[in-house]
């Protein structure tokens, strides 16, 4: 086993100490990659560390009455493996930087570097608002009691009905995914989140109470229960470390993925219920659980780039213990090694399997790391505004600050043994520092592109505002009308009873008004003046809406409905589009602009834009001349939707919206989306309808970092409230 350097301590110095083991350190002789090692378990600081069997005889011999130079001679004695007084020397050290050793001597205090270390450690963990540990109970009992109640489920049948269960969950699932994925468009509605939370915190309970069984059930001690909080969000924890020391592979392994084990078996319970149930707070409740107990625990719990259970499961599965620390180490040496110059470090060139496992586990793990703090710091910041921005400030540097001391202390001894020169290291942290800011936070100006389709110029949809039958149609597609010219008549039988009842009302009223009059009662007949007033503007009124089943044209153009002639006996509700009326002289492009582009597009208000028609080579040139001023869900054109294979999501329209609006249309747009028009140029004749995408070099400057935090807000705005 390689061991760190003794440093400044001389053979002479430590053969004359009497080094003794901390109390309460564990060992276990386990079989990894074909031979055996040695785990230490340190119970006191929930560490494992692994060494030789010849490490170990070495160390189990560090009793504290004799000296170094006597137990050299004893192993030398015994036979096997004997240590040299350098490998013993490097092993000291090693202990006494892991702090499995007490020294007794001069010598045997810990250093002020280390006190120091620690408090830093220490202070990180209490002072970082983000993510901090809250240790509550020790409930070795409760779990021994658990165990035995469960006991007879932990085996094999238990396996069988939990893989039974599984499958059933994912067939109700799988045979109504439709109507599933609908329900997660509210997954995250204001009104869910109570919900979701104490689903998630109960998902989050089982699972760690099943780490906790299941350690108990092969024989390991749980240390502690608690809460661990990340984002002042609270999640519960159980110390089964204890199972690291297992001899069996298979037993940590299932150690470890016993919290994914009960939450895929209480997300599949809930899964047929889900399917089982009518809409309400159970249905609402099963939903919730099968997502968090399947996506969520998929992405965090599972994922072996964080210290979580997919991590300890990958570790255990390629037989590479301590594959984060080694990763880190492999990590820090590529990173002193580009900030130092000069040549590389033997280590840093994988030769072997195991290598190259290590250093591509080090770079992704890192990359991870990265991006998991950026979008905790760029999500707080988002969330709590002004003063998470400040939190976010002070936790990320609290955060970082052990890694990097550590980090900066071996540069600093790298370049006092001569590896490296402080005016080298400065001008590459310059370059790097530089390069980094640059890429988050240059001004850069990005290509907008967006769908659209073809329309003739100054186009206007021709909508029913009297629903009614197609009685009679007087065009065709692509006819040349001219204004006020009659194209398309309907009928309503029912809306033409109810203007004869009305004209009838009248005349009755008239009747009774002049009664009054030829009785001289002068009171009687302005009131029944007034009345006969009133239905009169009724029957107006009702005239010029029946008048509306005649669909005219507002001014001189071409009709655009491919149905037309088709359209006999249709039935058109209130708002409902009837056909198209543009100029014939020219063309448009009507553009769907998602919010994120809407800035961009407003900035490229009457200029040039390029415009390419799909299935034609040819490039054409416009001017983008009007961008609505709100967004909307409303379709902005049938072709663009994903029923004609368009681009935009659609979504089943609000029951609510439905009920207050008369011309809600049965389908809406998943995302509200602006509408843009760009006036063609000279060019080829287009046929309505074409598909077209719009591109254009944006002239308003962004940053990488303002386009992230742009994505998390609209995340954030998207997912966590219903929309009106």
Same mark, same amino acid.
């Given at each position: 086993?390689?061991t760190?350097?003794a440093?400044?301590?001389?053979?002479r110095?430590a053969e004359?100490?009497?080094?003794?083991?901390r109390?309460g350190l564990?060992?276990?002789i386990q079989?990894q990659?074909?031979?055996r090692?040695?785990?230490?378990?340190?119970r006191?600081?929930?560490?494992?560390?692994?060494?030789?069997?010849a490490e170990?005889?070495?160390?189990?011999?560090l009793?504290g009455?004799?000296?170094?130079?006597g137990i050299?001679?004893?192993?030398?004695?015994?036979?096997?493996?004997?240590?040299?007084? @350098?490998?013993?020397?490097?092993?000291?050290?090693w202990l006494?930087?892991?702090?499995?050793?007490?020294?007794?001597?001069?010598?045997?205090?810990?250093?002020?570097r280390?006190?120091?270390?620690?408090?830093?450690?220490?202070a *990180?963990?209490?002072? @970082?608002?983000l993510?901090?540990?809250?240790?509550?109970?020790?409930a070795?009992?409760?779990?021994?009691r658990?165990?035995?109640v469960?006991?007879?489920?932990l085996?094999?049948?238990?396996?069988?009905?939990?893989l039974?269960?599984?499958l059933?969950?994912?067939?109700h699932?799988?045979?109504?995914?439709?109507r599933?994925t !609908?329900?997660?468009?509210?997954l995250l509605?204001r009104?869910?989140?109570?919900?979701?939370?104490?689903v998630?915190?109960g998902?989050?309970?089982?699972h760690?109470l099943s780490?906790?069984?299941?350690c108990?059930?092969?024989?390991?001690?749980?240390?502690?229960?608690?809460?661990?909080f990340?984002?002042?969000?609270?999640?519960?924890?159980?110390?089964?470390?204890a199972?690291l020391g297992?001899?069996s592979?298979?037993?940590?392994?299932?150690v470890?993925?016993?919290?994914?084990?009960?939450e895929?078996?209480?997300?599949?319970? !809930?899964?047929?219920?889900w399917?089982?149930?009518?809409?309400?707070?159970?249905?609402?409740? !099963?939903?919730?659980a099968?997502?968090?107990g399947?996506?969520?625990t998929?992405f965090? @719990?599972?994922?072996?780039l964080?210290?979580f259970d997919?991590?300890?499961?990958?570790s255990d599965?390629?037989?590479?213990p301590?594959l984060?620390?080694?990763?880190?180490?492999?990590?820090?040496r590529?990173l002193?090694?580009?900030l130092?110059?000069?040549?590389?470090d033997?280590?840093?060139?994988p030769?072997?399997?195991?290598?190259w496992?290590? *250093?591509?586990?080090?770079?992704?793990?890192?990359?991870?790391?990265l991006?998991?703090?950026?979008?905790?710091l760029?999500?707080?910041?988002v969330?709590? %505004?002004g003063?998470g921005l400040?939190?976010?400030a002070?936790?990320?540097?609290?955060?970082? !600050?052990?890694?990097v001391s550590?980090?900066g202390?071996?540069m600093?001894?790298?370049?006092?043994?001569?590896?490296g020169?402080?005016?080298?290291?400065?001008?590459?942290?310059?370059?790097?520092t530089?390069?980094?800011?640059?890429a988050?936070?240059l001004?850069?100006?990005?290509?907008?592109?967006?769908?659209?389709?073809v329309?003739l110029?100054?186009?206007e949809?021709?909508r029913?505002?009297?629903?009614?039958f197609?009685?009679k149609e007087?065009?065709h597609?692509?006819?040349?009308?001219?204004?006020g010219?009659?194209?398309?008549?309907?009928s309503?039988?029912?809306?033409?009873s109810?203007l004869?009842?009305?004209?009838?009302a009248?005349?009755?009223?008239e009747l009774?008004a002049?009664?009054?009059?030829?009785?001289?009662d002068?009171?009687a007949?302005?009131?029944?003046?007034a009345?006969?007033?009133s239905?009169?503007?009724?029957?107006?009124?009702?005239e010029?809406?029946?008048?509306?089943?005649?669909?005219?044209?507002?001014?001189?153009g071409?009709?655009?409905?491919?149905?037309?002639?088709?359209l006999?006996?249709?039935?058109?509700?209130?708002g409902?589009?009837?056909l198209?009326l543009g100029?014939?002289d020219?063309?448009d492009v009507?553009?769907?602009?998602?919010?994120?582009?809407?800035?961009?597009?407003?900035?490229a208000?009457?200029q040039?834009?390029?415009v390419?028609i799909g299935?034609?080579?040819t *490039?054409?040139t416009?001017?983008?001349?009007?961008?609505?001023?709100?967004?909307?869900?409303d379709?902005i054109h049938?072709a663009?939707?994903?029923?004609a294979?368009?681009p935009?999501?659609? %979504?089943r329209?609000?029951e609510?919206?439905?009920?207050e609006s008369?011309?809600?249309?049965a389908?809406?747009? *998943?995302?509200?989306?602006?509408?843009?028009?760009?006036r063609?140029?000279s060019g080829?004749?287009?046929?309505?309808?074409?598909?077209?995408?719009v591109?254009?070099?944006?002239?308003?400057a962004v940053t990488?970092?303002?386009?992230?935090?742009?994505?998390?807000?609209?995340?954030?705005?998207?997912?966590?409230?219903?929309?009106s």
């Open positions: 086993m390689k760190p350097s440093e400044n301590l001389s053979v110095e004359a100490l009497r080094p003794r083991l109390d564990r060992f276990s079989e990659r074909g031979r090692v040695c785990v230490i378990e340190d006191a600081a929930s560490r494992f560390h692994r060494v030789g069997l170990y005889r070495f160390i189990r011999a009793d009455r004799r000296p170094v130079a050299l001679t004893q192993l030398a004695r015994d036979g096997g493996d004997a240590f040299t007084e @350098n490998e013993a020397l490097q092993m000291l050290r006494k930087d892991q702090h499995l050793l007490a020294i007794e001597g001069a010598r045997a205090g810990t250093n002020d280390e006190h120091g270390e620690r408090a830093w450690q220490t *990180a963990t209490w002072l @970082n608002p993510v901090f540990k809250l240790p509550l109970a020790r070795d009992r409760f779990f021994a658990a165990e035995a469960l006991r007879p489920v085996g094999w049948g238990g396996f069988l009905l939990w039974a269960v599984v059933a969950g994912g067939a699932v799988g045979m109504d995914w439709r599933f !609908a329900d997660a468009d509210g509605a009104d869910n989140w109570l919900w979701l939370f104490v998630w915190a998902l989050k309970v089982a760690e780490h906790g069984i299941f108990k059930h092969f024989g390991a001690a749980v240390r502690e229960v608690g809460v661990i990340i984002l002042f969000v609270p999640m519960g924890y159980v110390d089964a470390t199972s297992f001899a592979r298979g037993r940590r392994i299932q470890a993925a016993a919290g994914l084990y009960m895929f078996f209480l997300a599949a319970v !809930a899964a047929i219920v399917a089982r149930s009518a809409p309400g707070m159970v249905h609402t409740l !099963a939903h919730n099968v997502v968090t399947t996506v969520l998929l965090f @719990n599972a994922n072996p964080m210290r997919g991590y300890y499961i990958l599965l390629l037989d590479l301590n984060a620390t080694r990763g880190r180490s492999w990590m820090q590529a002193a090694w580009l130092l110059g000069g040549r590389a033997r280590r840093l060139r030769d072997s399997r195991e290598a496992i290590v *250093a591509l586990y080090g770079v992704a793990a890192w990359g991870w790391q991006v998991t703090l950026a979008g905790m760029m999500g707080a910041s969330a709590l %505004r003063g400040l939190l976010a002070i936790a990320g540097a609290v955060w970082v !600050a052990v890694p550590r980090f202390s071996s600093i001894q790298s370049i006092r043994k001569g590896t020169r402080w005016s080298g290291l400065a001008i590459r942290l310059a370059g790097v530089t390069v980094l800011a640059a988050l936070w001004p850069l100006r990005f290509s907008v592109s967006s769908a659209g389709v329309e110029a100054d186009t949809v021709l029913a505002e009297c629903p009614g197609v009685e007087f065009v597609d692509g006819e040349v009308v001219a204004a010219q009659l194209l398309v008549a309907l309503n039988e029912e809306a033409a109810e004869a009842r009305s004209r009838i009248v005349e009755q009223q009774r002049r009664l009054a009059y030829t009785r001289d002068v009171a007949f302005q009131a029944e003046q009345k006969t007033n239905l009169r503007k009724e029957v107006v009124e009702r010029r809406y029946l008048e509306t089943l005649q669909i005219r044209a507002p001014f001189a071409c009709v655009t409905n491919r149905r037309l002639g088709q006999h006996g249709a039935f058109f509700q209130p409902e589009e009837v198209r100029r014939a020219g063309s009507k553009i769907a602009v998602s919010e994120q582009d809407e800035p961009h597009f407003r900035t208000l009457n040039p834009l390029g390419r299935g034609r080579g *490039a054409l416009g001017q983008l001349v009007r961008v609505e001023a709100r967004a909307t869900r379709l049938p663009l939707t994903a029923l294979g368009g935009l999501a659609l %979504r329209a609000e609510s919206t439905a009920k008369k011309d809600a249309p389908m809406e747009l *998943a995302d509200p989306h602006f509408t843009a028009i760009v063609l140029e080829p004749a287009l046929v309505p309808g074409e598909m077209a995408r591109r254009f070099r944006s002239a308003r990488l970092w303002s386009e992230a935090e742009g994505v998390v807000a609209r995340w954030l705005k998207r997912y966590t409230a219903r929309d």
